[in-house]
Nanobody
C-alpha cells in the first residue's frame, strides 16, 4: 500500500525558511514526476513545484527563485526548501506522487 507522509511545516516569520519532506512508502520513488502543491483557505489547490523522473524541475512564477524541490532516491523522499517566505505562502502543503496524496502539512507565515 502506497503512503505519502509530509512533515516539516510550522509557523515562521516573513522572510524565514522551512524545509518540507515527503516520504513515500510502498513503492519506489524514481521514474515518476513528484509534485508539491498547496491549498490556502478558500482557494483551489495549486502546484508549487514539480520534479520529473529525469530530475527536471518546474516552478510557478509565484515561488520561482524562492522554493527548491529535490529528491533523495535512496531515502524515497522528496523535499521542498522554501526561502523568503511570505504571508501569502500560508497554506497546507501536500505531496503528490502517481496520483497519491499525503495528509498535508501546515505552513503559516506570520509575524
Amino acid at each position: 500500500q502506497v503512503q505519502l507522509v509530509e512533515s516539516g511545516g510550522g509557523l515562521v516569520q516573513p522572510e524565514g525558511s522551512l524545509t518540507l519532506s515527503c516520504v513515500v512508502s510502498g513503492d519506489i520513488l524514481t521514474n515518476w514526476t513528484t509534485g508539491w502543491y498547496r491549498q490556502a483557505p478558500g482557494k483551489q489547490r495549486e502546484v508549487v513545484a514539480l520534479i520529473t523522473g529525469d530530475g527536471v524541475k518546474n516552478y510557478p512564477l509565484s515561488v520561482k527563485g524562492r522554493f527548491t524541490i529535490s529528491r533523495d532516491n535512496a531515502k524515497n523522499t522528496v523535499y521542498l526548501q522554501m526561502n523568503g517566505l511570505k504571508p501569502e505562502d500560508t497554506a497546507i502543503y501536500y505531496c503528490n506522487w502517481k496520483g497519491y496524496w499525503g495528509q498535508g502539512t501546515q505552513v503559516t507565515v506570520s509575524s
